[in-house]
């Protein structure tokens, strides 16, 4: 069984940093991300940042402050947040691929595992 696991999430000052986990059990993918469901938004996940092989994308809002990253030895997806502010505060989740385009990264409808999300708030 494939398996997708966050943690890392908890309540942060505006301005702190935070760093996500996402452990990866049962294969390997071709293809990572983070997506985000915010307050008033709870109906569909906003790509947030992937990773493949041979690239990383970000979302505008986090580019810059946020990086995507991945240990192999640790079968573990990461997502290192700076200055975080109160429009970041929303439940993180991870996702992976078998495959993927350039064109489909940034749609939740593409990654076909998931996890179950931790909630990341941000106080002002």
């Known amino acids: 069984q494939v398996h997708l696991v966050e943690s890392g999430g908890g309540l942060v000052q505006a301005g702190g940093s935070l760093t996500l986990s996402c452990a990866v059990s049962g294969r390997t993918f071709e293809i990572y991300g983070w997506f985000r469901r915010t307050p008033g938004k709870e109906q569909q996940r906003e790509f947030v940042a992937a990773l493949t092989k041979t690239n990383t994308y970000y979302t505008d809002s986090v580019k810059g402050r946020f990086t995507i990253s991945k240990d192999d030895a640790k079968s573990t997806l990461y997502l290192r947040m700076n200055s975080l502010n109160p429009e970041d505060t929303a439940r993180y989740y991870c996702?992976?691929?078998?495959?993927?385009?350039?064109?489909?990264?940034?749609?939740?409808?593409?990654?076909?595992?998931w996890g179950q999300g931790t909630q990341v708030t941000i106080s002002s």
């Open positions: 996702a992976a691929d078998q495959a993927y385009t350039a064109n489909f990264y940034n749609r939740e409808g593409f990654y076909d595992y």
